[in-house]
């Protein structure tokens, strides 16, 4: 069964009152304050606060949120991974996204980050689906669906974790 990781899509201090799920994803570029005031509650609540975008390995250490989502491309992404796991310091977590492609795929599983992420739309999803279960019969690594698009049916895809939109 997928485990849910939240999205936040805007700065609404309204989500601060109910942290129901495990796991947040905040857009780095978000302002300080409300880095600072969501992370720290999601801290007190025990939950799980990741970062995407420009600066999010910046943010993450900036805010003490717990890690990372990442796009690194395939070329050298074992050097770069290395990096910012060095960055983050022991214990931070990365999620790195992978192109729809079996061979990016591997190539990003092959560097061990936490978990992969593959993109999904309502176009295409068939595409996704076919690899996402190629992934899961080949490789121990989690793996993540970012719903790009409302109704994917993204609970048909075995992936560890859908990370939907708020």
């Known amino acids: 069964m997928q485990k849910n990781i939240i999205r936040v899509g805007e700065e609404d201090s309204a989500i601060l009152e109910n942290l129901s799920e495990e796991c ?11 880095c600072r005031k969501f ?3 999601a801290a007190k609540e025990e939950r799980i606060v990741l970062f995407y975008g420009d600066n999010a390995v910046n943010a993450a250490k900036a805010f003490g949120a717990d890690g990372v989502i990442l796009d690194l491309g395939a070329e050298e992404v074992k050097d770069k991974l290395a990096a910012v796991r060095k960055e ?22 092959e560097a061990e980050p936490d978990f992969v992420i593959f993109k999904v739309w309502k176009d295409g999803f068939e595409g996704v689906k076919e690899l ?25 895809l075995r992936t560890d974790f859908v990370i939907k939109n708020v």
């Open 39 to 41: 992370v720290a509650r």
């Open 132 to 156: 996402t279960d190629w992934y899961a019969d080949f490789f121990l690594i989690q793996s993540a669906a970012w719903v790009m698009e409302e109704g994917a049916p993204v609970q048909e």
């Open 24 to 34: 947040y994803v905040l857009n780095a570029a978000f302002g300080e304050d409300f």
């Open 88 to 109: 983050l310091g022991k214990g931070g977590i990365v999620g790195l996204f992978t192109r729809n492609r079996r061979h990016e795929s591997m190539l990003v599983s």
